[in-house]
């Protein structure tokens, strides 16, 4: 596959007449709602996009750019939150590709300025989506399925586009929940009753994603990032402890895909905690509580990737 693929953010940026002095004022847009976002990146792709290129529209800020035989190209870019308050001069698409992604952030400011739903926002006292922003940047990946990697029957559940399409990547069936959005506010309780249901159906493993504290943390709302996780305890982690008689014998796998501290606001490469669950085998350790602090004390796994075959295999 030749083509090279974009994640496209709708994004705030400050006003500043030179455009490298305008800072990352918000990288989602004020969370802007998939109804709004789907006009914005439809018109924008009438109007704005070349020929070679592809916008589609995903969910809420995150979308996506497809350039068509664009494998190859030298593209250096930066992912919104990792500039949150920043000046973005400095982290503007470069290298010798870059030109066209370029031109599209510029044009897409002057007509996204002028947009019914942005000026509408701005008088509600919401946050404009008032330019793009690509990141991310890869090619198709071949990836072995679950299937074949473990003779198993697999569903994902998640809102965020990058996890379904993962998913789908390893075989594994997505599933929609009405309510999931991919932000802070989210049906919590829909994806318990998904993964449930699917397991109750055939499928030998699910796989839940709740973006909600990651959120959370990219906006360094520590109040916010508390009620997620309390969240996902109560309405999602209990929700599925309240049927295992149902379920066994069954394992559950409890972890965050990376932390995202509230101080810095964007992701850090610490190691994370993981619950392990097997209805099998009793607990042999202390360990009381879930957190960075107790997981200490448990098996240390270094190479992530490992991890799904010692869940699911025991090796």
């Known amino acids: 596959d030749q083509d090279l693929a974009f994640r496209c953010n709708l994004v705030t940026l400050s006003s500043h007449a030179d455009s490298g002095q305008q ?25 704005l996009i070349p020929a070679g290129f592809e916008l589609h529209a ?36 470069s290298g010798t590709g870059a030109a066209p992604l370029l031109d599209i952030i510029k044009h897409s400011q002057e007509f996204l300025s002028r947009h019914p739903i942005n000026q509408e926002r701005i008088k509600s006292g ?16 071949a ?24 998913g789908i990547s390893a075989g594994l069936q997505p599933i929609q929940v009405e309510g999931a959005t991919g932000a802070i506010i989210t049906n919590f309780a829909g994806k318990a009753e998904a993964a449930i249901q699917a397991l109750k159906s055939g499928y030998d493993f699910v796989y839940v994603h709740i973006e909600s504290p990651d959120e959370a943390g990219h906006q ?22 309240n049927v295992l008689p149902e379920l066994e014998p069954v394992r559950i796998l409890i972890m965050p895909d990376h932390p995202t501290p509230i101080r810095i ?7 994370v905690p993981y619950l392990l ?10 360990i009381g509580v879930y957190d960075e602090t107790e997981a200490r004390q448990g098996i240390m796994i270094n190479n992530g990737h490992e991890l799904m075959s010692y869940f699911i295999t025991s090796k």
Do not use: C
């Open 277 to 286: 669950f097997d209805s099998e085998k009793p607990v042999n350790n202390s």
């Open 143 to 166: 990836l072995p399925t679950f299937s074949e990697l473990y003779g198993i029957k697999g569903a994902v559940v998640g809102a965020v586009d990058l996890i379904k399409g993962l």
């Open 23 to 47: 800072t990352m004022a918000d990288y989602s847009a004020g969370e802007i709602s998939t109804r709004e976002s789907a006009v914005l990146i439809k018109d924008l792709a009438r109007e």
């Open 58 to 93: 995903g969910i809420s800020y995150r979308h996506l750019l497809i350039w068509k035989n664009g494998r190859g190209k030298d593209i250096h870019l930066t992912p919104p939150h990792d500039i949150s308050d920043r000046q973005i001069g400095a982290y503007l698409p």
């Open 220 to 241: 360094g709302n520590l109040e916010q990032k508390i009620w997620s996780i309390e969240q996902i305890d109560q309405e999602v982690i209990e929700r599925v402890i």
């Open 265 to 271: 606001k964007t992701h850090s490469g610490n190691p």
């Open 126 to 141: 919401r946050n404009p989506a008032n330019s793009v922003w690509f990141w991310g940047e890869g090619v198709r990946p």
